[in-house]
T-cell receptor
Framework: AQSVAQPEDQVNVAEGNPLTVKCTYSVSGNPYLFWYVQYPNRGLQFLLKYITGDNLVKGSYGFEAEFNKSQTSFHLKKPSALVSDSALYFCAVRDFPSGANNLFFGTGTRLTVIP | EAQVTQNPRYLITVTGKKLTVTCSQNMNHEYMSWYRQDPGLGLRQIYYSMNVEVTDKGDVPEGYKVSRKEKRNFPLILESPSPNQTSLYFC?????????????FGPGTRLTVL
């Protein structure tokens, strides 16, 4: 069975500093990994995904994520945080071919960027 | 504009009063899904549909029904709502149910059952 862990409920970072939001996963088959962001009173917006190939994936709004198979991690990163990055971030995984191709979400990490 | 819409956005109701939350997408997507979001639990899938007239249970289907009579619409039905169904609900769609397909989410419906 698949699972996703986001070990930090809350991450605080100063504006201009690099940020990292952590995600680890557990799957039976091959992992297909996604990051979504949720701004207040909005639905989830897709940021980036890892399917195969280069372990460093670049996405929207300057975010990137690094797939690490040995550590079963897919941490979200940004070199320089903006106040507007403050939001709720969700990591999600598809477990292929075991998981019926459905997305399984982590519990979310609230990022606060301090001016 | 490509989008997933949900109505209503906010709903307060009482226990036992049947309600329907509508979901519509204009992207001709085959796959649609409903999730509920609860603090500390993330998003959990309620039901999904791979195409018209094809639906299946997700992780938390109890107390919910869905239908998929048209490709664009995927309503969520609560026949007899209870307070434990108070939650934030999201509809999502993707081109197919492929492993690489990105899901697009609606704006959410905040439901309170008194």
């Amino acid at each position: 069975a698949q699972s996703v862990a986001q070990p930090e409920d809350q991450v605080n970072v100063a504006e201009g500093n690099p940020l990292t939001v952590k995600c680890t996963y557990s799957v039976s088959g091959n992992p297909y990994l996604f990051w979504y962001v949720q701004y207040p009173n909005r639905g989830l917006q897709f940021l980036l995904k890892y399917i195969t190939g280069d372990n460093l994936v670049k996405g929207s709004y300057g975010f990137e994520a690094e797939f690490n198979k040995s550590q079963t991690s897919f941490h979200l990163k940004k070199p320089s945080a903006l106040v507007s990055d403050s939001a709720l971030y969700f990591c999600a995984v598809r477990d292929f071919p075991s998981g019926a191709n459905n997305l399984f979400f982590g519990t979310g990490t609230r990022l606060t960027v301090i001016p | 504009e490509a989008q997933v819409t949900q109505n209503p956005r906010y709903l307060i109701t009482v226990t036992g009063k049947k309600l329907t939350v509508t979901c519509s997408q204009n992207m001709n997507h085959e796959y649609m899904s409903w999730y509920r979001q609860d603090p500390g639990l993330g998003l959990r899938q309620i039901y999904y549909s791979m195409n018209v007239e094809v639906t299946d249970k997700g992780d938390v289907p109890e107390g919910y029904k869905v239908s998929r009579k048209e490709k664009r619409n995927f309503p969520l039905i609560l026949e007899s709502p209870s307070p434990n169904q108070t939650s934030l609900y999201f509809c999502a769609s993707s081109q197919r149910q492929g492993v690489t397909d990105t899901q697009y989410f609606g704006p959410g419906t905040r439901l309170t059952v008194l």
